[in-house]
């Protein structure tokens, strides 16, 4: 048994939702960020929501072209952490065995795909994966709330 005082966590605005890991279930996933960051007090043309538009469609995509399972679908958490200054990002799929790479791919930059990643690595404080169990995976970012002019 625990002694002493203990302090309650916080509880952080947060929303969740699955998608169909199609790439009409990224899309939808990408407005529905935008729409709950607005109800959340981040217009739509804020450097944050489109940051945060842009993440959120990317860990989709990947998460529907290389995380696919069929049967599963892909899932969205959004936290708003004001203290912090922070927006994070969980996307999770299905696909245990495919992580996303720590280093651009060989085809990088002259190749058609690859940027996403980099795009995420430049407008994220800090990314990452992480798996869960009993399968799939979850990629995470965490994006910087903006600072409104005169503060």
């Not at 989709?60 to 004001?82: C, M, S, W, Y």
């Not at 065995?97 to 002259?110: K, N």
Request: glycine share 10%; proline share 11%.
């Amino acid at each position: 048994m625990l002694t002493g005082t203990t302090t309650p966590e916080r509880e952080l605005p947060h929303f969740a939702q699955q998608f169909p890991s199609t790439p009409r279930g990224a899309q939808l996933a990408r407005r529905v960020a935008v729409r709950r960051l607005e109800e959340w007090g981040c217009p739509p043309a804020s450097d944050t929501s489109c940051a945060v538009a842009l993440v959120v469609g990317e860990l989709a995509a990947n998460a529907v072209r290389h995380g696919r399972v069929p049967g599963h679908e892909i899932g969205l958490r959004l936290t708003l952490d004001t203290a912090a200054g922070l927006v994070r990002i969980e996307v999770a799929d299905a696909a245990s065995a495919e992580r996303p790479p720590r280093v651009p791919p060989p085809s990088y930059p002259d190749g058609e795909s690859g940027r996403g990643l980099l795009l995420v690595d430049v407008l994220a404080a800090r990314w990452g994966s992480e798996l869960r169990h009993p399968v799939g995976k979850t990629v995470w970012a965490e994006v910087p709330l903006e600072v409104p002019p005169g503060l």
